[in-house]
Every structure is written in C-alpha cells, then in structure tokens.
C-alpha cells in the first residue's frame, strides 16, 4: 500500500479496499473483502456500511497509518477479531481481546436452542428433547435436527421442524425465585448458569433475549470475566447478570458453603428459599445437593492436545489456550461438566453444550452412559453436530 509511479492517483476508500482485498487473497486471509472493510471501517471510525457512501474518499495521513499496520497484522495472522477489538454475535456487537475466545457462528446455535427451549416452557409446551425418540430415552448421534437453528440471532422465532424440549414435573417456569433481575420488579421464570464464559457472548445475548431470565456466569479467568461484565453493560443487561470468576461450579461452591454469618446478611439482602426449597444463588444459603439452576449452558474448551488435531494456526498461536485444550482427547471438561452439573440443576434440569465437529458419539456416549435423559445433538451449517442437549433425570440418584 505504497504510492509509486506505477500506483498513481490518490488512496481513496474505494482503492484501498480493492487493493487489500487482492493482497488479503494472496497471503491467504479468509474473506479477504470482508476482513478489508471491518479494518478500515476501524480505521476510520465509522460503521461499515459508511464505507459504500465513502468510496471515492480519500482518509487522512492518521488513518491510512492505523490501517496499513492493522493489515499487516492480518497478513500475518492476527485474527480481525483482536485488530478491531469487536466482534458480532447473535446480532449483537461484543468487545473482545486476547483473553478471550473470539465468537463464532457455532455458538449461535446454543443460544438459539436455549432461547426456544425456555419460550416454550413458559408457553407450557412439554415436548422432549429427541421428539422421534418416543420412548424419551437415548438419541444417537446423528439423530439431532440437521435445520440446526430455530430462533433468528436477536429476532424472534422462525419456523422449523423440530419442537424444543422443555422439563415435566416441576418445571423451570414454576420456579420464580429472587435473583439478579430482581431489581427490576420481573418475575423470574428461569434461572441459567453458563460455564466459561468468556466475553459473555452466550449469558448476553440470552438475557436480551430471554427477559424473564436471571444470569449467573463465571470463567477461571478475571481478564476474560471483566470482558465480559463490560459487554452486559454495553448491552444492557448488566443488572441481570451475577458474573463471578473460577473453574466451572467452584465459584458457586461459596454459596452453598459460605460462613453462617454471610448467609444470614446475604439472606437479608437477597430473599429466602423458593417454594421449591431450594434457595438460590444470591441467598447464599444452599445446602450440598440443593439444585440451583434450571438451565447450565456451557462453550467449553474442546480442543484435544493429541499431536495431529487440526487447529488453525491462527488460533492456536493467539487465542487463550485456557479456553481452547482440554486434554488428549478434548473432552476432560466436558466430562467433568457431565459429572457435576447434576447437583447443581433443578429436577429435570436441562444442560446445552458445544463440542467439536467429531465429538458427538463420545459426548452422547457419556451422557448416557451416566443416565442423563433425552439426549440430542443440533446440526451446524456445515451438518456437523455442535451442540449436544441433555437433561437430567428427576431421580438423582440416577447421575450423582
């Protein structure tokens, strides 16, 4: 992107782009034109569709600097992402930086399936996971809805084949305990933990969605969890999100175990048991083996450490390896997540988590294995199953 004798003329919007987007196709940056307009919509500080309006603009000395260098990052392999420092996520803008995964389309579909599971149990709806499965018991891989998506990424539902599950006996929609929206005099019909959250993206874009939700998010990371409190606030929802940092249900742990003194003060400040009898989080008073939440969803990290597992190379060299490996075979915290999220779900509770592209037997597999019920898988774009949905059985014992 240097002007010579051969390049005359000036350096206007339209140019640049043409010329980046050629350069971008030879060093191999997957869609270049795309990747072109987000830098120098950053560059510039304007939105990218400003960019058409723009093209026979000529960007200042400033501007022209910030881009080059931002495209020679991208050139060598820096994601877009971490360059422009945001990245689009059900309809939503979200900040990220490296101590946080980027999101990706995949996820979407977590969310979307989480989105119509809790629509339908508040309409009173009791289809099961798997509705071919009449029996309700196992689904094999392969058995899960290849449509994949059911509610538009911050819009209302479209239509497609498979209904959503939803608890029988007593289900999520009875239970209405304080929580963090609270605040907002709503009645709370679910209560939702997501495992690893990251820039917040799926807690976010389900309290958008879902406003009769409470929240409760945590990460083994403080960098990324402060991602992502930044986020709810950006979004709004702030209020309805309890963020808290550590590994998995550890952070959750102080709720059920904290000093009788804290439990006395959080008690006053929070509210009591629900009429289930299992108080919540934010009363701080929960017993081992009190469920606490309706619903667990969980992006874990799914990568396998086994030489030879295809990760880009972008990714493996600038996202957080914490939230990427989990272990030889990709699965030591999907595993625990199967073992432990039992105590932590309301009787017939339901758990949504990603996984790899060839994970699913291995994942179904454990499920049912530890007799979790009604085991399915959605479809990504491509056909590969992504998201696995399970929900726990009414007789604990069953799991635990």
């Keep these: 992107m240097v002007a010579s004798n051969v390049d005359s003329g000036p350096w206007t919007v339209s140019r640049l ?19 072109a307009e987000l830098l120098l919509a950053h560059a510039m500080g304007c939105p990218r569709i400003r960019l058409y309006t723009q093209y026979e603009a000529v960007p200042s000395p400033d501007v022209l600097d910030r881009y080059r260098e931002a495209v020679k990052a991208a050139a060598a392999g820096t994601p877009i992402a971490y360059l422009t420092g945001v990245k689009e996520f059900f309809s939503l803008e979200f900040e990220v930086t490296p101590d946080v995964l980027i999101p990706r389309p995949e996820t979407e579909i977590l969310v979307e399936r989480t989105v119509r599971l809790l629509r339908e149990s508040e309409a009173g709806r009791h289809a099961a996971p798997g509705a071919e499965d009449a029996a309700g018991g196992q689904v094999a891989p392969g058995a899960g809805d290849a449509a994949g998506a059911e509610v538009a990424p911050g819009g209302e539902d479209t239509a497609v084949a498979q209904a959503a599950p939803c608890a029988e006996g007593t289900s999520a929609a009875e239970v209405a305990p ?3 929206a609270s605040a907002a005099g709503r009645k709370i ?21 879902l406003p009769d939700a409470a929240l409760f998010a945590s990460d083994i990371s403080e960098a990324a969890t402060n991602v992502a409190r930044r986020n709810a606030a950006r979004h709004g929802v702030a209020e309805r999100i309890e963020f808290r940092v550590g590994d998995l249900f550890a952070p959750w742990d102080a709720t059920r175990e904290g000093a009788a003194e804290a439990n006395a003060s959080s008690r006053r400040e929070r509210g009591p048991a629900d009429h289930t009898g299992a108080t919540r989080p934010g009363s701080a008073t929960v017993s081992p083996g009190s469920a606490l939440f309706d619903v667990i969803v969980s992006n874990p990290p799914y990568v396998a450490t086994a030489p030879g597992t295809p990760v880009a190379e972008n990714v493996r060299k600038y996202e957080p390896h914490a939230a990427l490996f989990a272990g030889p075979d990709g699965l030591d915290v999907i595993r625990r997540i199967i073992a432990e999220a039992p105590r932590w779900l309301a009787a017939n509770g339901h758990l949504l988590m990603e996984m790899a592209f060839d994970q699913a037997h291995k994942v179904c597999g454990l499920l049912n294995s530890s007799h ?10 491509a056909g590969y199953e992504r998201v696995v949905h399970a929900r726990r059985p009414a007789d604990a014992a069953a799991v635990e």
Excluded: M
């Design 17 to 35: 782009l043409a010329w980046t987007r050629d350069y971008f196709g030879r060093q191999g940056v997957e869609s270049p034109r795309l990747c």
């Design 178 to 180: 304080e929580g963090p």
């Design 189 to 209: 019909t679910h209560r939702i933990l997501d495992l690893g959250t990251g820039s917040g993206c799926i807690a976010v874009a389900l309290a958008k969605n």
């Design 372 to 381: 979790w019920q009604h085991v399915t898988t959605y479809r990504d774009a």
